[in-house]
């Protein structure tokens, strides 16, 4: 493979995940959208899920928050719950809101005192609050 053809294929691949990045929130609104028309509970809470993940995955944290919130509305009872309070605190994080992210850990610990990410999120709330 010549050097000219090695570029060829990498500008291909930069240009489709650009792609890919660019277009998460359509591509998440399509699979929440498709979900509730095809399928049927608890599968959908499990899209749901999943989804959530994806968009998070892909850094489009706005709408994270907002699956995050359709999700806790609909499904108040899901076995999910634990993390995606959990995934709405690290959301906060990643999108360098400290002061939301120490309240959304905080509420993590106190809803979930012995939670599967208890020595995470304490952790990560320990440093938060030593930085800001």
């Given amino acids: 493979m010549g050097f000219k053809q090695l570029i060829v294929i990498l500008l291909i ?10 277009g998460a929130e359509n591509i998440s ?9 095809k399928y049927q509970e608890p599968l959908i809470e499990k899209i749901a899920y999943y989804n959530i993940h994806y968009v998070c995955f892909m850094a489009k944290y706005k709408r994270t928050l907002e699956l995050i919130e359709k999700f806790k509305e609909k499904y108040n009872h899901s076995q999910y719950l634990e993390t995606i309070f959990f995934l709405r605190a690290k959301t906060y994080d990643k999108m360098l809101d400290a002061r939301t ?13 012995d939670g599967k990410y208890k020595k995470d999120a304490e952790k990560r709330r320990k440093e938060l609050l030593d930085f800001y």
């Fill in 13 to 22: 691949l930069f240009l489709f995940a650009t792609y890919i990045v660019g």
């Fill in 29 to 37: 609104r399509f699979i929440e959208k498709y979900s509730e028309e």
């Fill in 101 to 113: 992210a120490i309240e959304e850990y905080k509420k993590y610990l106190e809803d979930y005192p």
